[in-house]
T-cell receptor
Framework: AQKITQTQPGMFVQEKEAVTLDCTYD???????LFWYKQPSSGEMIFLIY??????QNATEGRYSLNFQKARKSANLVISASQLGDSAMYFC?????????????FGSGTRLSIRP | DAGITQSPRYKITETGRQVTLMCHQT?????MFWYRQDLGHGLRLIYY???????DKGEVPDGYVVSRSKTENFPLTLESATRSQTSVYFC????????????FGPGTRLLVL
């Protein structure tokens, strides 16, 4: 069965520092996708970054990058030069298959707090 | 408005009452999903739909009913609300395209007294 594990319930980081949010996953499928979402205090779910299981390069989107280590089944999110607006809950998620039709399962989340 | 909307945004009801949460998307996405979010559990899939008149159970379907008579609407009904159904409910949609994410609505906060 699919499973997503986020072992850091909460993190505090100084503004402008880089931060890594951990995510490990478990699946027996060869084709899958990994996502990170941000949920600010306002409650909406904001898509940040996507990594496909066959993608050879680590995904990057602006200040966000996904450190994909397939053999270790990890998909850590790296935020460079953190900003106060990065304070939020962050969810790692996975779906089996490449289509947005497939079900997504979510980890329990990491609450990131940026200190000024 | 374009996108995915949910109504109501906030709802207070009593145990035993029927409640319907609405979800509407304007992208003509084939696929739609209902999740609930509870502390410590992240988001859990309740039901999903691949097209009009096609629905299937997710991880936590008990106590919920869905229908999809039109592509753009995917209502979620709690037939007899219980306190354990107090949660934040998110609707999402996707076109089924390769590598595409699901797009989430703003959520409905439901309190069952």
């Amino acid at each position: 069965a699919q499973k997503i594990t986020q072992t850091q319930p909460g993190m505090f980081v100084q503004e402008k520092e880089a931060v890594t949010l951990d995510c490990t996953y478990d699946t027996s499928d060869q084709s899958y996708g990994l996502f990170w979402y941000k949920q600010p205090s306002s409650g909406e779910m904001i898509f940040l970054i996507y990594q496909g299981s066959y993608d050879e390069q680590n995904a990057t989107e602006g200040r966000y990058s996904l450190n994909f280590q397939k053999a270790r089944k990890s998909a850590n999110l790296v935020i460079s030069a953190s900003q106060l607006g990065d304070s939020a809950m962050y969810f790692c998620a996975m779906r089996e298959g490449y289509s947005s039709a497939s079900k997504i399962i979510f980890g329990s989340g990491t609450r990131l707090s940026i200190r000024p | 408005d374009a996108g995915i909307t949910q109504s109501p945004r906030y709802k207070i009801t009593e145990t035993g009452r029927q409640v319907t949460l609405m979800c509407h998307q304007t992208w003509s996405h084939s696929y739609m999903f209902w999740y609930r979010q509870d502390l410590g559990h992240g988001l859990r899939l309740i039901y999903y739909s691949a097209a009009a008149d096609i629905t299937d159970k997710g991880e936590v379907p008990d106590g919920y009913v869905v229908s999809r008579s039109k592509t753009e609407n995917f209502p979620l009904t709690l037939e007899s609300a219980t306190r354990s159904q107090t949660s934040v409910y998110f609707c999402a949609s996707g076109s089924g395209g390769r590598q595409e994410t699901q797009y989430f609505g703003p959520g409905t906060r439901l309190l069952v007294l």
